[in-house]
């Protein structure tokens, strides 16, 4: 990836998905530029999650093109695009820490497997990424012996681990009491104003979104419905994003189809 690429970070291009015979995402095109910090916005179901999969390669999309820096991965090879992984990093929903080594560890994982820096440098900056997420003194500590936000921010350690230019969060708020996710969105904060990278938040907590975006992207039944400034969203006439964000419900009649897909797809 070329360093004085003056594009988008990241460039959805009418991406369609199917899981069978439904349709997940519908023609969804999303520009993400250099620096920014993009809230993915919507309710369970709506292929927020699955968008990021996307991006990270975790699935592939049935039609339609992702650009990183300009070029489309879709089609790279497996060993070009490790190339391409090695600067976006991801915190899962779950933290998808090994319960089998220590904090320390699991930090260190992408260092000790993906570079050939030696045992010493690797402790180091394993040491740096723990103090900067809040978690130093904890190095030698099992992933069962934390608390939930306290594995959140052992996995944005290791995400961070190898410096990414692309930091991913798939509902870093989930499971999360309120003042243990305000800790979360704190951090976020942090690491937008230290560091010159592209974030991309998925997520359906609303303040969450409102105090961490740059831009706002609202995603409804597969389809990118409202783009903006928080202000900007918090002032659109959209009917999907008013009922969202005013939390009106649907009606009272509940469709099988679609709750089976909220519980399975996102």
Do not use: W
Not at 151 to 163: E, I, P, Q, T, V
Request: net charge negative; proline share 5%.
């Amino acid at each position: 990836m070329a360093n004085d690429y003056e594009g988008p970070m990241i460039r959805v291009s009418d991406l369609v998905t199917h899981y069978g015979d439904r349709r997940i995402l519908n023609h969804v095109n999303l520009d993400f530029p250099a620096g920014e910090t993009m809230v993915i916005l919507g309710g369970s179901g709506t292929g927020k999650s699955t968008l990021l999969r996307h991006i990270m390669r975790l699935e592939m999309p049935t039609s339609g093109k992702i650009f990183i820096k300009g070029q489309d991965i879709c089609p790279m090879s497996e060993d070009r695009f490790n190339q391409v992984r090695r600067k976006i990093g991801m915190l899962f929903q779950s933290a998808a820490l090994f319960n089998s080594m220590t904090i320390e560890e699991n930090v260190a994982l992408p260092l000790r497997e993906l570079t050939q820096l030696e045992d010493s440098t690797i402790r180091i900056m394993t040491r740096i990424k723990l103090d900067l997420v809040g978690l130093n003194g904890f190095e030698n500590y099992m992933p069962s012996q934390l608390s939930g936000g306290m594995k959140k921010r052992a996995g944005l350690a290791r995400a961070l681990a190898m410096d990414p230019e692309i930091l991913l969060f798939d509902e870093p708020s989930a499971g999360l009491d309120p003042i243990t996710a305000a800790g979360i969105d704190s951090l976020i904060l942090k690491l937008k104003l230290a560091f010159r990278m592209t974030i991309v938040v998925v997520t359906h907590e609303m303040a969450s979104a409102f105090m961490i975006a740059d831009r706002i992207t609202v995603m409804d039944r597969g389809e990118v419905i409202a783009t903006g400034t928080p202000e900007e969203i918090r002032n659109s006439q959209q009917p999907r994003v008013l009922q969202f964000l005013n939390r009106i419900p649907e009606g009272d009649q509940v469709d099988a189809q679609e709750y089976l897909r909220s519980l399975t797809e996102d």
